[in-house]
T-cell receptor, first 112, second 117 residues
Framework: GDSVTQMEGPVTLSEEAFLTINCTYT??????LFWYVQYPGEGLQLLLK?????DKGSNKGFEATYRKETTSFHLEKGSVQVSDSAVYFC???????????FGKGTRLSVIA | DTGVSQNPRHKITKRGQNVTFRCDPI?????LYWYRQTLGQGPEFLTY????????KSRLLSDRFSAERPKGSFSTLEIQRTEQGDSAMYLC???????????????FGSGTRLTVV
């Protein structure tokens, strides 16, 4: 079945460090790909998305590029802040009628 | 618009009791989803509605679970004869069909945390 694999956490970085969270997927078709973020005590928020190969999603300094050849959608940010501390989830959806499938999440802690 | 609202935020119940959660989606959204999230895991799909019709149910949704969306507005998720393994965060999300088919994501509520003791 369709699935998403994320790097294990937790990830601990110092403020202004470079962030990469790896995400790879397995899908029977051509999925749309998403990154969601969950801050403590809150629901999931859509961070960015990409709907086709080579698309780059970006938001709040975060970026991810849809790589069909490597079936990947790695999340990056050039300079993290303490306020970026959260759990990040990679997700996919094959068509508009299939529910989002999530990875297990990667917890990021940024220390000042 | 206040977004997706879930009530209660927290529920503690004794094993064997029945519990019901409510989700109020964004008013114009015709799709409504339920997910379950356990500690350290990603959200797992349970079921979804388009208007009042329940279109898909996961095999995770045992016979003790039932969901409804009367009149295509709010939804309820009921768990009968709760078990300790039901302890989790139950998340509701909503969307427009058009948004989903064009690669947009869902809007999630803050969830209901269930603890079965």
């Amino acid at each position: 079945g369709d699935s998403v694999t994320q790097m294990e956490g937790p990830v601990t970085l110092s403020e202004e460090a470079f962030l990469t969270i790896n995400c790879t997927y397995t899908a029977t078709g051509y999925p749309s790909l998403f990154w969601y973020v969950q801050y403590p005590g809150e629901g999931l928020q859509l961070l960015l998305k990409a709907t086709k190969a080579d698309d780059k999603g970006s938001n709040k300094g975060f970026e991810a590029t849809y790589r069909k050849e490597t079936t990947s959608f790695h999340l990056e940010k050039g300079s993290v802040q303490v306020s970026d501390s959260a759990v990040y989830f990679c997700a996919l959806s094959i068509t508009g009628n299939t529910p989002l499938v999530f990875g297990k999440g990667t917890r990021l802690s940024v220390i000042a | 618009d206040t977004g997706v609202s879930q009530n209660p935020r927290h529920k503690i119940t004794k094993r064997g009791q029945n519990v019901t959660f409510r989700c109020d989606p964004i008013s114009e959204h015709n799709r409504l989803y339920w997910y379950r999230q356990t500690l350290g895991q990603g959200p797992e799909f349970l079921t979804y509605f388009q208007n009042e019709a329940q279109l898909e149910k996961s095999r995770l949704l045992s016979d003790r679970f039932s969901a409804e969306r009367p009149k295509g507005s709010f939804s309820t998720l009921e768990i009968q004869r709760t078990e300790q393994g039901d302890s989790a965060m139950y998340l509701c999300a909503s969307s427009l069909v058009w948004d989903v088919r064009n690669g947009y994501g869902y809007t999630f509520g803050s969830g209901t945390r269930l603890t079965v003791v």
